[in-house]
């Protein structure tokens, strides 16, 4: 949105770039008339890249972004940091602030949070990294432990957004009892909502 904007014809800086996000990028930028510098670097004071007309700036979840990273961006000309993430954790948002840097993220679907909160817990019951360390070994035979069944269970689902949400519908088609813990009450339906 924003970022498009302020980037008509002007260029995005990528940091902490992975093969696969590069060639997306390369595949989308030109719809947008941007043309992007990008690094495997995640961003740090040291590592920022000064591109002439680069206001805008994409970065990853896996480097904190700090106060000096933020300043060192801002020397550069950079206004605008995008996220790779939903989470802004990451980022020194107060400094941003005061430096009049503005910080959105993405927003994506939850299925793929979602499917893989089942599988780790479906992983965790079933004891499968025990089963898949014998299986590895040669090792058949049937462990000693029992797997449970999650329809035998009560399973709590901490927060009620769309992951939650998300989530809490998947644990439906098993037949476990679902309990809920929201600071704000959501339509998640087949949940008991407790303290």
Not at 50 to 65: D, E, Q
Not at 90 to 113: M, Q, S, W
Not at 160 to 169: M, S, W
Request: net charge negative.
């Amino acid at each position: 949105g924003a970022c498009i904007d302020i980037m008509k014809g002007l260029g995005l800086t990528v940091y902490g770039c992975a093969q696969d996000e590069a060639d997306l990028f390369n595949v989308l930028s030109p719809r947008f008339g941007v043309a992007p510098a990008m690094t495997s670097d995640a961003a740090s004071e040291a590592s920022v890249i000064s591109v002439p007309g680069n206001r805008c700036t994409s970065v990853g979840h896996k480097s904190a972004i700090s106060a000096p990273t933020l300043r060192a961006l801002q020397e550069a000309g950079v206004d605008y940091i995008s996220t790779r993430s939903i989470g802004f954790d990451h980022i020194d948002l107060h400094a941003a602030g005061d430096l009049g840097i503005t910080v959105e993220n993405v927003v994506y679907e939850p299925d793929g949070v979602a499917d893989s909160t089942l599988m780790l817990s479906l992983m965790a019951i079933r004891n499968v990294t025990g089963i898949v360390s014998s299986a590895e070994k040669h090792d058949f035979r049937l462990s000693s432990s029992r797997g449970k069944d999650l329809r035998d269970m009560s399973v709590g689902v901490l927060g009620v957004g769309h992951i939650g949400n998300a989530v809490v519908r998947r644990l439906q088609g098993f037949g476990c009892r679902v309990l809920a813990s929201s600071n704000r009450r959501t339509e998640a339906a087949a949940a008991e909502f407790v303290s």
